[in-house]
């Protein structure tokens, strides 16, 4: 049986900084953008950003994501 690498959560943001992401909220927007940098409450600062909401996209720009609003947080494919 091979061994699954478990990272920290906040390890695994940390390398995800620099990166595309794409954030499901809480409450339904998608965010997609640039990582920039997260803290140690696990908010997050993302350039470049868009908003995906009830089908439609709107430009953000730099956005600061609160921690208690993200579902949960995933690299995402450049097109």
């Given amino acids: 049986m ?3 690498s478990q990272l920290e959560p906040a390890t695994m943001l940390q390398q995800l900084v620099g990166e595309h992401v794409s954030v ?3 409450w339904g927007p998608v965010y997609a953008g640039v990582l920039v940098s997260v803290d140690r409450y696990m908010n997050l ?3 470049d950003c868009v908003e995906i909401a009830n089908g439609t996209e709107g430009e953000l720009g730099e956005t600061l994501l609160r921690c208690n609003n ?3 947080i995933r690299k995402a ?3």
């Fill in 2 to 4: 091979s061994k699954v």
């Fill in 24 to 26: 499901q909220s809480k």
């Fill in 45 to 47: 600062q993302i350039k």
């Fill in 70 to 72: 993200v579902l949960y």
């Fill in 77 to 79: 494919p450049v097109a």
